[in-house]
């Protein structure tokens, strides 16, 4: 493998066998799979990283081909919802100025007047 002029012989090395290594343990990668991982590897990366810094349940960080998993399940379940849950999924069209609670409804929030005073204060154009 041909690594860029800023990796290092000694990492070069290291990420050669790490490489090797990691391809043995996912004997199903798909060519494009491959091609991510060697482009990533290429970089001075290790393919137990991944650059989105995703964590699995466990917080620990996963590797680069999990990762891409990852990212397809994500896309495949946006793909999979209706524009009104896309919007929510995404946060945009959700909550507006009105949603906030201002203490006068039966929220189980309550404002202190003198807050809620100053907030529309310093909010007011």
Known sequence: MKFNKNVAPECQKILSKQLKEYEQSFPDMTHEERHLLHMWVRKGNSPYE??????????????FVSTLHFWEEVKEYYDS???????EFTGEG????????????????????????????EVSF
């Not at 650059?51 to 349940?57: E, F, S």
């Not at 906030?100 to 189980?108: F, L, R, V, Y």
């Not at 007047?113 to 529309?120: G, N, Q, R, S, T």
């Open 81 to 87: 919802l209706s524009e009104e849950e896309k919007l």
């Open 94 to 121: 959700t909550l507006s100025y009105e949603d906030i609670p201002d203490g006068t409804e039966e929220s189980g929030f309550d404002i202190p007047d003198d807050l809620m005073e100053k907030v529309i204060t």
């Open 50 to 63: 991944n650059g989105d810094y995703v964590c699995d349940d466990n917080c620990k960080p996963m590797d």
